[in-house]
Nanobody
């Protein structure tokens, strides 16, 4: 059974930093791309960072240079270091991976989310 459990969300002031963690289980973590998404009220869920099985990363322009995704395959954990936080970063942050369940069939898996609020 695949499980993704996020932690680390909090209330932080603008300009502050947070590190989110996502502990994964139920699959061979090291083989798959891991992603962080976020969703704020009234907006669509958006990708904020991705890391491949070999460590390649990608970010949208909105967070590039401020957010860093990393992974520890020994701990089956993916992290999101967020610096220079802005009020518009306020959202629920979700851990995500896409896993095969049949030949050429893939399924999205999501964690329960962790709330990040950036406010003074």
């Amino acid at each position: 059974q695949v499980q993704l459990v996020e932690s680390g969300g909090d209330l932080v002031q603008p300009g502050g930093s947070l590190r989110l963690s996502c502990a994964a289980s139920g699959f061979t973590f090291s083989r798959y791309t891991m992603n962080w998404y976020r969703q704020s009220p009234g907006k669509e869920r958006e990708l904020v960072a991705g890391i491949t099985s070999v460590g390649g990363t990608n970010y949208p322009d909105s967070v590039k240079g401020r957010f860093t995704i990393s992974r520890d395959n020994a701990k089956s954990t993916v992290y999101l270091q967020m610096n220079s936080l802005k009020p518009e970063d306020t959202a629920v942050y979700y851990c995500n991976t896409i896993l095969p369940y049949a030949p050429n069939r893939w399924l999205n898996h999501w964690g329960q989310g962790t709330q990040v609020t950036v406010s003074s």
